[in-house]
C-alpha cells in the first residue's frame, strides 16, 4: 500500500504517443463497456478467468465479531486470501531463529487454520518499513515497534539482517503453505524515498530470492511493484525495477491510481497495467493490491477526490479488462468492507489519520454491510470457472 504522496502523475502527450498498439483494440472496447455500463449485468465478453480473487482479512473494526465477518467474506466471496505483513520483522527472534512474538504467531497460526481448502493463499511479508522508506521495524507484540540498537544501525546488506530475513520468510513459508509469497511489498518505492538504501537491498534481494528458490523451487517468489510511484519516476524506476527483475518469479504489482487525485477511472492512463508487465513479459502478472472508493475522499486527507459507487464499478470494469488480457494468476482487492467503525473509534485521531482516510471506502460492502454494485460483479467473475496456467 503506497503511503508517501507522490508527484502529479499526469501522462503527457508524448506517453500517450508511445503506448502499445497492440492495447487499442482491447482498450477501446473496454471504453465502450464501460461508458454504457449503469447496472451489473456480468463480466461482458469473458468467459473464464486466469485469476484467483481475493481480499485481506483486515477488519472493519476491532471486534471479534468483524474479524469473523471479515473472513466470512474470504471464504464467501473469493477464492483466494491474501495475508499481508507489513508489521515489522520480529528481527531477534529470526536471528536466532527461536519463537516468535505471540501476538504475531497467533496471527499466523489463526490465519493458516482460516484459510479454507480450496481457496489459493498469497502471502506477503517485507524488510521494507511501512513508510517504504528504509528497514523494517520490529515486529513484537504490537506492529512496527522501534529499532534498538544494534538493528537501528543496520543496513539492508548486513550479513545479520540478511540472515534474518532469510529465517524469517522461511518461518511464514513454513507456517502457511502459500501458493505464492511475496518477500518485498512494494520495493520500489524504496528506490524512490531512499536511495541510498537501494544497492543494499538489492543485495539482500539477490541472496534472499536465490535461498528460498533452493529451498521451495515449486513456489512463486516474487516482489511486488507500486504502479503510481513507476508511473510519477518512469525513468528511474524502470531502472530500479530492471535491477531486482532476476530476482522475482512474478510481476506483481499494487495500484492506486486514485490517490493522486484522479475521480474519473476512465480517464485512467491506458498503460496502467500492462507498462509493468511488460518490463519482464514472460513473467506471470498479477494485482496484489488495489482498490477505487465508493465515497469522495476528504479531509484530513491531503486532496479532495470526487468519489462513488459508479466510479467505483467503472475501475473494477477497467481492471478485470486488463488481468483478462495479461493472463493475471490473482487479484488482491485489499479491503472488502468500508472501515467505518474503526475510523471512528480511533483511525481519525491517529497521526496517519490522513493515510487511513484514503481507503476508508474503499470496500465492495459499505460500511453498514450493505452490499455495492461492484459486489455484484465481482461476484459474477467469482462465479466463472478459473482456468490454471
Not at 72 to 92: C, K, N, R, T
Request: aromatic share 14%; proline share 7%; net charge negative.
Amino acid at each position: 500500500m503506497r503511503i508517501a504522496k507522490g508527484g502529479a502523475g499526469a501522462t503527457s502527450d508524448a506517453v500517450r504517443a508511445a503506448r502499445p498498439v497492440r492495447l487499442l483494440g482491447l482498450l477501446l472496447l473496454s471504453a465502450v463497456l464501460l461508458a454504457s455500463c449503469d447496472t451489473v449485468s456480468g463480466p461482458g465478453s469473458i468467459t473464464y478467468r486466469t485469476f484467483a480473487m481475493g481480499f485481506t482479512p483486515f477488519p472493519y473494526a476491532r471486534t471479534q465479531i468483524a474479524y469473523e465477518e471479515t473472513w466470512g467474506v474470504i471464504v464467501s466471496d473469493g477464492d483466494m486470501a491474501a495475508l499481508h505483513y507489513d508489521g515489522g520483522v520480529p528481527w531477534e527472534e529470526a536471528l536466532a531463529d527461536t519463537t516468535y512474538p505471540t501476538a504475531f504467531q497467533d496471527a499466523l497460526d489463526y490465519a493458516y487454520i482460516s484459510v479454507p481448502a480450496g481457496h489459493v493463499t498469497y502471502a506477503a511479508v517485507t524488510p521494507i518499513s511501512i513508510d517504504r522508506n528504509g528497514l523494517a521495524l520490529r515486529r513484537g507484540d504490537v506492529p512496527n515497534e522501534p529499532l534498538e540498537p544494534p538493528w537501528s544501525g543496520y543496513s539492508f546488506d548486513h550479513p545479520d539482517v540478511i540472515q534474518a530475513y532469510k529465517n524469517h520468510c522461511v518461518h511464514v513459508i513454513e507456517d502457511l503453505d502459500p501458493d505464492y509469497f511475496a518477500y518485498g511489498i512494494e520495493v520500489n518505492m524504496l528506490r524512490w524515498l531512499s536511495p541510498e538504501d537501494w544497492d543494499a537491498f538489492v543485495t539482500l534481494a539477490a541472496d534472499v530470492y536465490t535461498n528460498l528458490k533452493a529451498a521451495y523451487p515449486d513456489l512463486p517468489v516474487f516482489l511486488t511493484f507500486q504502479a503510481d510511484t513507476f508511473h510519477d519516476f518512469p525513468s528511474s524506476q524502470t531502472t530500479a525495477i530492471e535491477d531486482v527483475l532476476p530476482y522475482t518469479d512474478m510481476v506483481a504489482v499494487s495500484g492506486y491510481p486514485f490517490m493522486d487525485g484522479l475521480s474519473d477511472p476512465l480517464a485512467l492512463r491506458l498503460d496502467y497495467f500492462t507498462s509493468l508487465a511488460d518490463l519482464s513479459p514472460d513473467k506471470p502478472f498479477a494485482v496484489a493490491e488495489t482498490a477505487w472508493p465508493a465515497e469522495p475522499v476528504g479531509d484530513p486527507y491531503w486532496l479532495n477526490i470526487y468519489a462513488d459507487e459508479e466510479a467505483q464499478l467503472q475501475y473494477l470494469e477497467r481492471l478485470v479488462e486488463d488481468c483478462d488480457y495479461l493472463d493475471a494468476r490473482f487479484i488482491c482487492w485489499f479491503f472488502s468492507r468500508d472501515y467505518d467503525e474503526m475510523w471512528q473509534e480511533d483511525l481519525q485521531y491517529l497521526p496517519d489519520a490522513p493515510v487511513y482516510r484514503l481507503w476508508r471506502d474503499t470496500g465492495l460492502y459499505a460500511g453498514d454491510g450493505s452490499s455495492r454494485p461492484s459486489l455484484g460483479l465481482w461476484l459474477d467473475l467469482l462465479a466463472l470457472t478459473r482456468t490454471a496456467l
